[in-house]
């Protein structure tokens, strides 16, 4: 079981000011939430795969 609350948060370097973020938690493996929405619960997938999915938005 991952404990999103014994892990460090952060918001998402392109969130900008709007309140329209979202949030990640960074380790083996990978947390993603809506900042607004946070009590709704939280993605996960594995490092690798968060990797791989930014190098490819990073592409574009």
Same mark, same amino acid.
Not at 13 to 29: A, L, M, Q, T
Not at 51 to 56: E, G, I, V
């Given at each position: 079981?991952?404990?999103?609350?014994?892990?460090?948060?952060?918001?998402?370097?392109? =969130?900008? !000011? &709007?309140?329209?973020?979202?949030?990640? =938690?960074? !380790? &083996?493996?990978?947390?993603?939430r809506d900042t607004q929405n946070?009590?709704?619960?939280?993605?996960s997938v594995r490092s690798a795969?968060?990797?791989?999915?930014?190098?490819?938005i990073r592409v574009k």
């Open positions: 079981m991952i404990e999103k609350h014994e892990r460090a948060w952060h918001k998402a370097s392109h =969130s900008g !000011g &709007s309140g329209s973020c979202v949030e990640v =938690s960074e !380790g &083996s493996i990978t947390l993603i946070r009590h709704l619960g939280f993605l795969e968060w990797t791989a999915l930014l190098d490819a």
